[in-house]
């Protein structure tokens, strides 16, 4: 089956606008994760997604930053006001959930690479 | 606090050679998983392995081999008889299983390995 895919792969805007980021997960994966990667840095952890329970939004930077999820699906991250230090590769990433305690592994996206002017 | 380190920022060897990707990593939790992730140059995370906190054996797939040592809270990935193909970014990764986490990955720096011809 399919991956995990992203859309943009690469998205250019200018400071201060909004930008929305897509992901689809694979299917039948409830558990749902974006994460940041600054250029030459790991990946810092944004927003968690697990099925209809509320979501982990623990690790947005800021106000600007969020996140929706429509049931199992589809999620889209908004920054709204880009900062130039916005600017990142912002990966999601998705797994079979059925108890943290197995530790499934997380499939990861190809990225959106966002660059802000 | 928990955290991964991964002191090795870059590191460059010759086709053939032997090389050890050190991962260091510090919880007060007492069941977690580590993982170990290559990014190549496409970008896409890829999973390597992962390993329970209560299994403290060493694995062996191929060219790859982990060395899990406990006791130095450490998660060490060595790549015998090296390939042009192993140059990537390599991640090791931290994931909490005890109540009130959601299973984010905590990530490494990561290390830049390059394998010349």
């Known amino acids: 089956g399919a991956g995990v895919s992203q859309s943009p792969s690469n998205k250019v805007t200018e400071k201060g606008k909004d930008v929305e980021l897509r992901c689809d997960p694979i299917?039948?994966?409830?558990?749902l994760y974006w994460y940041r990667q600054r250029l030459g840095q790991g990946l810092e952890f944004l927003i968690y997604?697990?099925?209809?329970?509320?979501?982990?939004k623990s690790g947005l930077p800021s106000d600007r930053f969020s996140a929706e999820r429509t049931g199992e699906s589809v999620s889209t991250l908004t920054i709204q006001r880009t900062q130039q230090e916005d600017s990142a590769v912002y990966l999601c990433?998705?797994?079979?959930?059925?108890?943290?305690?197995?530790?499934?592994?997380?499939?990861f996206g190809p990225g959106t690479r966002l660059t802000v002017l | 606090a928990q955290k991964v380190t991964q002191a090795q920022t870059e590191i460059s060897v010759v086709e053939k050679e032997d090389v050890t990707l050190d991962c260091v990593y510090e919880?007060?939790?007492?069941?977690?998983?580590l993982f170990w992730y290559k990014q190549p140059p496409s970008g896409e995370l890829v999973f390597l392995i992962r390993?329970?906190?209560?299994?403290?054996q060493n694995e062996i797939s191929g060219r790859y081999s982990w060395n899990f040592q406990k006791s130095t809270s450490s998660f060490n990935f060595t790549i015998t008889a090296s390939q042009v193909v192993d140059s990537a970014v390599y991640f090791c990764a931290l994931r909490l299983t005890g109540s009130g986490n959601t299973g984010k990955l905590i990530f490494g720096q990561g290390t830049t390995l390059q394998v010349k011809p």
């Open positions: 990433a998705s797994s079979v959930q059925t108890s943290v305690v197995l530790g499934n592994e997380q499939f």
């Open positions: 299917s039948g994966h409830t558990a």
């Open positions: 390993r329970n906190s209560f299994d403290e």
């Open positions: 919880t007060r939790d007492t069941t977690y998983y």
């Open positions: 997604f697990q099925g209809n329970s509320a979501p982990d």
